[in-house]
Every structure is written in structure tokens, then in C-alpha cells.
């Protein structure tokens, strides 16, 4: 889904934060969230609450479902 993968890595740029600082505020690795961001994986519908709720965004969002 490349609308998720292009929206996560804008959101962690605004934020100034690097994968591997993502990883450790959302308790995972940072290999998770190069694949996240590369397209080769998608989180897990618990994660992505996680980043939404982080991000002060909608799931709807990161999906591409709403702008």
C-alpha cells in the first residue's frame, strides 16, 4: 500500500525522528519500520493504531482513506 508507506515516512520526517527512533516509541524494530516505509510489510492492525494514536492521526489516513 503505498499511499501507508509514503504517509509514515512524512509524518516521522516532520517529527524529525529516525527509523530507528520510531521504532523504539512504538516498541518495535527498526528493520519493521524500513520494511513499513520500503513497502515490503505492512504493521499489524495493533501497531497501526499505535502510529495513528502517536502521529494524532486517523488510521483512515495513513490508509489513504481520507486526507
Request: glycine share 4%; charged share 30%; with cysteine.
Amino acid at each position: 500500500m503505498k499511499i501507508f508507506q509514503e504517509r509514515l515516512r512524512e509524518l516521522r520526517k516532520l517529527k524529525n525522528l529516525s527509523q530507528k527512533q520510531l521504532a523504539e516509541i512504538l516498541k518495535t524494530n527498526n528493520s519493521s519500520i524500513c520494511d513499513w516505509e520500503c513497502g515490503r510489510s505492512q504493521p499489524d492492525l495493533q501497531t497501526l493504531a499505535g502510529i495513528a494514536r502517536y502521529f494524532e492521526v486517523s488510521a483512515d489516513y495513513l490508509l489513504g482513506l481520507e486526507d
